[in-house]
């Protein structure tokens, strides 16, 4: 995979985007990249989109648990997809804050 340019991409010091107008899918997968995700399955896609929408909408992320529940992905396979903290890397990807009570 090439690596794709984030410059002008606004982003806090965790990584996460500043203003979510900037995210597009080229940015998701440059963060997958740096998260050490090779490719964005349709899987990976079906969690993204879910967290980014859910916020759009509401104007929060969803807890791990409501993720497991209403994206179609058991918790179980969302540690496989995103190791390491499903919840908070779904939404790095997805380019919204981090999910309240994520460390």
């Known amino acids: 995979m090439a690596t794709i340019e984030m410059t002008g991409i606004d982003r ?36 993204v989109n879910y967290m980014r929408d859910t916020y759009l909408s509401a104007g929060q992320a969803p807890s791990i648990r409501a993720l497991g529940k209403e994206s179609g992905v058991q918790i179980k396979e969302l540690y496989v997809l995103f190791p390491k903290g499903p919840a908070k ?14 460390i």
């Open 12 to 47: 806090d010091p965790e990584g996460f985007l500043t203003n979510p107008g900037q995210w597009n899918e080229n940015v998701a997968e440059a963060i997958a990249h740096e998260a050490g995700i090779a490719e964005l399955t349709a899987r990976h896609w079906l969690v």
């Open 89 to 102: 890397l779904a939404a790095k990807i997805g380019g919204i804050p981090k999910p309240h009570g994520c």
